[in-house]
């Protein structure tokens, strides 16, 4: 775990050209709740959403790697526009290799995000790797950074935005609401 502007997690989130977003338990607050139908139901934060929104204005790419499959999964990455969507299967570093090949690039220009033990392999390789606070015991002790936020709750805005200001892109993609 690192503060907040740790240099090095500066470095290395300048970096990043693609970023990598586990959902449950980070898009997500990791519940999933069932309707009398069996159908499952997922609450995402939309202050994460425009942190998506404006790392995508500032040039970085944005996917999403999921152990589980669901169409609210499917539906939010289309509002969003995350290009890059892989659902299923408890083997992520497979769909990740996969993405570094189709997309030309190193492990090192590649951010992910995630919280349980499912998400090691990629995290473990990725150039810039984060968890969530409340990620398990075995994740947290193999990151770069550790949001303040929780799953759900603005952990993926923050990181967005702890990447914008790395690379120098900020104040730029803000000023269209701030002006």
Known sequence: MSETYDVANLERAAKVKLFIFDVDGVLTDGGLHYGAEGEAFKTFNVQDGLGIKLLQESGVLTGIISARRSPQVAARARDLAIEFVHQGG?????????????????????????????????????????????????????VHHVTQHRGGHGAVREICEFVLRAQGNYERVMAQFLA
């Open 90 to 142: 408890h083997d992520k570093l497979t769909p990740f290799k996969a993405l570094l090949d189709q997309l030309n690039l190193t492990e090192e220009q590649v951010a992910f995000i995630g919280d349980d033990v499912v998400d090691i392999p990629i995290l473990s390789r990725a150039g810039f790797a984060v968890a969530v606070p409340n990620a398990r015991p075995e994740v947290l002790a193999r």
